[in-house]
């Protein structure tokens, strides 16, 4: 039957523009749209222009159109208030040629403005464009210019990290009445890596004689996603503590990653090896450390428990975080991570048989996984582990209670649908098997609230991601009296698992990795040592960190020997600086290194550190100027400056201007001066808020640190060796320091008199030592619970 109206035959006389009716029935509906572009490079600075052809139903006067992309991406901030300025987004009209006797459009206007969060999960971010003042008619056509260049602008800055069909969607309002239709066919982007700019070597950083282990090279661009295609020779340089030297000649892959892992190394000398690989066509280099014993010591394990994929709200497909976590961040274990609302069913058992099929026993441990993401107010995020094989009891259980934590997606038509909610109700869904689960509280988008906690079954807590530094959830755990052990992940959502680089939005700091002492390489074993505490936890080194008191290891529940010492042991490889002892919240015990190899006469540092808020939005935005007068600043170096946009720089011969965000984490300048007693130091600097809403250009001030302003003579440093300012905030301060210019160590132990620490003998005290390289990376130990 045909069910086509056919005005010619059906009509009768009428009159309308000659030809309308054929040409206008042969547009989509919707229109369509395009873009100048299919492949940006990761972080270029560009203009991109797209094409929206008005379809079929016209656009009413009143309507208006958003250009959506996913919330996640940390393509830089769009604005419309200067056109002269980079990030500049501008739409224009042109109408398509009318037809006889048809009436041109009426729209006299296009207003442009930028909204995070503009639109629904996961395409919240929106370039919104409003008709005003009239209609537009079909075929007549929109261009937006991303990074508008014609009035002096420097363009856009694409996206800092690598993403395979990167999605700009278009939301029309054909009607005038705020409902808006998805425009059919989305503007579809490669986002590729750079060109090279620095080599990776990853190596365990402790290993015992003979004991085979690999180790991988990798090439990453600025911003540190790895290359493709690039197949570079080099060499891996391997130099006994003795100083003798072998050299393994490498071939990074010709296709995909360019990478290479060098498998079966073994060490046969005890004490400190250096390995560094070099490209025979690049000055780069990368190196790293393996410390060698003798014994019967645990090698390390390093794992990342919290790894998103496009299949909720990560990048690029499961298959290919979980590759990269294996091949490019070479990790032994890795727990995949579905946001638990928005997984559907048919991808969720797609990901589990995928991750059952590339475990591996001695090779790669792999764990199926969901984030329950109820609200704060109900008790936070929390991560589940799925520990056993088989099948997972997700998203129902035998009783087809939904374990969700509720059910919503941007395929789900209708009503959220509630779950297991509030939290309570997820610990009663796996509490009847604690030994098959592990739930691990984190601080992400919805921090979790530690007004509940379920012992049996939350025996981690996640102290570090891409989210931030949370050493303050951590101590407040503990202070609680549960016994928590450290643990630290990525909670990566742009495909960079494993210790993942910061991009410059809300995932502004280096992903953590979860250091796991197992008694061997499988699910089982790495489950037992999970659950027991037997981790610690570091900023995404291969970093490694023991407590211990006697034969009792972190993680364990015991009553004290008073005559025992604790002992701790640090392996690190850009030298460790400080060394704190934790009792709950409460610091008890402390190492200063740069105090200890003596201060420079000449050398000082500024660090600043920190969060505005625990919540989500949390990054510390600083500008800020040093200024040294009476002496001359020779040097300065910078650490802890995570991406190319982080930064500082001679602003002119007294002053060093600088601009980075901290999420919970530090950075920190370091200045050498002709000489310290005869210099003034002044500090300025403000702290903005993360631009969620409005313009780009003008950033809020954070209103309760809007500004710090420091002023010290070299005379008074040279007497108190550092000056220190809390600020309102999460773990907020800035502080002037003295250090040291011998080199600080790399291995570092030592033991602590348990009797010199007057520990109060009526309570357990959860003890953990946290400790900071010169780069500002940090580790954690998961807690010595003892009762003296």
């Not at 009413?60 to 419309?80: E, I, M, P, V």
């Not at 500049?88 to 006889?100: N, W």
């Not at 029309?172 to 990776?200: H, M, R, T, Y």
């Not at 050299?247 to 990478?259: K, Y």
Request: include cysteine.
């Amino acid at each position: 039957m045909n069910r086509q109206f056919d005005p010619q035959r059906e009509a009768g006389n009428y009159i309308a523009p000659q030809g309308f009716y054929e040409r206008n029935k042969n547009r989509p509906f919707l229109g369509t749209v395009n873009c100048d572009r299919n492949t940006l490079i990761a972080g270029e600075w560009t203009e991109l222009k797209l094409d929206y052809e008005v379809g079929g139903a016209g656009l009413a006067d009143g309507g208006w159109l958003k250009l959506a992309f996913k919330f996640y991406s940390d393509w830089a901030l769009f604005q419309t208030s200067d056109p002269t300025a980079a990030n500049y987004v501008s739409a224009e009209y042109h109408a398509t040629g009318l037809l006889a006797g048809q009436t041109a459009a009426t729209v006299q206007h296009l207003k442009v403005r930028f909204d995070q969060k503009g639109h629904e999960r996961p395409f919240q971010k929106a370039i919104l464009i409003d008709v005003v003042d009239g209609y537009l008619n079909p075929g007549d056509r929109i261009v937006i210019r991303l990074g508008d260049r014609r009035q002096g602008g420097a363009g856009t800055r694409v996206q800092s990290f690598v993403e395979k069909d990167f999605r700009f969607r278009m939301f029309i309002d054909p009607l005038g009445s705020s409902k808006f239709a998805e425009v059919p066919g989305d503007c579809v982007l490669n986002i590729v890596s750079g060109p090279l700019q620095q080599l990776k070597l990853i190596a365990p950083r402790w290993v015992g004689v003979e004991t085979f282990f690999d180790v991988i090279v990798r090439a990453e661009d600025q911003w540190g996603n790895t290359c493709c295609n690039l197949p570079l020779g080099g060499a891996l340089i391997i130099r006994a503590p003795g100083g003798v030297e072998r050299v393994q000649e490498f071939i990074l892959a010709e296709q995909g990653w360019a990478i290479v892992r060098i498998n079966a190394i073994t060490l046969e000398e005890t004490g400190e090896w250096r390995l560094q690989a070099r490209l025979h066509a690049s000055p780069v280099v990368a190196d790293a450390y393996v410390t060698c014993e003798a014994g019967s010591g645990i090698r390390p394990l390093y794992a990342d428990l919290h790894v998103h994929s496009d299949d909720t709200v990560g990048t690029n497909d499961t298959r290919y975080n979980l590759s990269y976590g294996r091949d490019v961040a070479g990790l032994d274990i890795l727990g995949y991570t579905a946001n638990d609302f928005n997984i559907t069913q048919r991808s969720w058992n797609e990901a589990v048989e995928l991750i059952h099929s590339l475990n591996e026993p001695g090779r790669f441990v792999c764990f199926p996984g969901t984030e329950w993401c109820g609200n704060s107010s109900v008790g936070g995020d929390r991560n589940v582990i799925f520990l056993r094989d088989g099948k997972p009891r997700f998203p129902f259980d035998a009783q087809g209670r939904l374990l969700r934590s509720f059910e919503w997606n941007e395929f789900t038509a209708g009503a959220i649908r509630p779950g297991a909610w509030p939290v309570d109700e997820l610990y009663a869904a796996y509490a009847d098997d604690p030994e098959g689960h592990l739930l691990i509280p984190h601080v992400g988008g919805r921090r979790c609230i530690l007004d509940w906690h379920h012992p049996q079954l939350e025996r981690l807590i996640e102290v570090g991601s891409a989210w931030g530094q949370f050493h303050w959830v951590y101590a407040d755990a503990l202070s609680r009296g549960y016994r928590m052990g450290a643990a630290a992940n990525s909670d990566e959502h742009q495909g960079r698992c494993g210790g993942g680089v910061p991009a410059t939005a809300v995932f502004g700091s280096r992903g953590g990795l979860t250091g796991v002492l197992a008694e061997s390489f499988d699910r089982e074993s790495v489950a037992r040592a999970l659950r027991a505490r037997r981790t610690f936890a570091t900023t995404g080194e291969r970093s490694y960190a023991m407590l211990r008191q006697g034969k009792r290891w972190m993680g364990e529940v015991f009553q004290s020997d008073p005559s025992l010492p604790l002992e701790y042991r640090l392996l690190g490889d850009m030298g460790w600086e400080d060394v704190l002892l934790y009792d709950g919240e409460q610091c008890i015990w402390r190492r200063d290194m740069h105090k200890e190899l003596n201060y420079s006469t000449n050398k000082i540092r500024v660090r600043i550190g920190g969060a505005r808020i625990k919540d989500r939005y949390r990054g510390a935005y600083w500008q800020g100027e040093i200024q040294i007068n009476g002496v001359i600043v020779q040097d300065f170096r910078t650490f802890g400056f995570d991406h190319p946009e982080q930064t500082c720089w001679r602003k002119d011969a007294t002053t060093l201007s600088f601009s980075t965000v901290t999420h919970g984490d530090t950075d920190s300048i370091e200045l050498t001066l002709s000489e310290l007693t005869e210099a003034t130091i002044r500090l300025h600097a403000s702290i903005q808020a993360y631009v969620k809403v409005g313009d780009p250009l003008m950033p809020a001030p954070f209103v309760h640190a809007p500004e710090v302003m420091l002023e010290l003579k070299g005379k008074q440093l040279l007497s108190t060796g550092v000056f220190e300012r809390e600020l309102p905030g999460a773990e907020l301060k800035i502080s002037l320091e003295r250090i040291t210019e011998a080199p600080l160590p790399r291995d570092i132990a030592g033991s602590i008199d348990l009797t010199a620490l007057n520990l109060d003998p009526g309570r357990e005290h959860p003890l953990f030592i946290t400790a900071r390289q010169r780069d500002q990376s940090r580790i954690w130990t998961s807690a010595l619970f003892l009762t003296p």
